[in-house]
């Protein structure tokens, strides 16, 4: 039984020197980068750093914000210039001549704009506007003109934005 205890003592033994020489070693890394990380003159103050970080962080914030507001009015200003556009090219005569004719529809976002329509002919050339209200018009319009319609709006489309 003693033999066992002396056995067992020695084992012990070497896993505490085993165990120290790993924590020396441990220490001295540790030591060693703690020297590089704020050696010399030209060691960092982190805390520094840190509070120099988060004023810079608030400051995007503020920035972003603003932005954000500006981003908002524009796009509420933008909503009534032209953004959609639709030409249609026609022959409006059955006597040749070619599609010289067109009808050409300028609208905001909120289908309100003007339709021009040029009808030309070999001897005369007529244009013609129509005002349209939020997608009415209070005259008739003419086929060339609903297609001009129709392809103004089915290219627009509204830019989205990622948002986190």
């Given at each position: 039984m003693q033999g066992n205890i002396q056995n067992l003592s020695l084992i012990l033994s070497i896993l505490a020197v085993l165990l120290g020489a790993y924590c020396f070693w441990q220490i001295?890394?540790?030591s060693k980068?703690?020297?590089i990380f704020f050696g010399g003159s030209k060691g960092i103050d982190l805390e520094e750093v840190i509070y120099?970080?988060?004023?810079?962080?608030?400051?995007?914030?503020?920035?972003?914000?603003?932005?954000?507001?500006?981003?908002?009015?524009?796009?509420?200003?933008?909503?009534?210039?032209?953004?959609?556009?639709?030409?249609?090219?026609?022959?409006?005569?059955?006597d040749g001549g070619g599609n010289f004719s067109f009808?050409?529809?300028l609208l905001d976002a909120h289908n309100t704009g003007v339709i021009i329509t040029s009808m030309y002919g070999r001897e005369q050339n007529r244009v013609y506007t129509k005002k349209i209200v939020e997608g009415e018009c209070e005259?008739?319009?003419?086929?060339?003109?609903?297609?001009?319609?129709e392809l103004a709006n089915s290219k627009f489309q509204e830019p989205k934005l990622k948002q986190k």
């Open positions: 001295r890394s540790l980068l703690r020297s120099s970080l988060g004023s810079e962080i608030k400051d995007s914030r503020q920035h972003l914000d603003l932005l954000q507001t500006t981003l908002s009015q524009l796009k509420s200003d933008f909503g009534f210039a032209v953004q959609k556009v639709g030409l249609i090219r026609f022959n409006p005569f059955n009808a050409l529809a005259n008739q319009l003419t086929d060339e003109e609903i297609q001009a319609i």
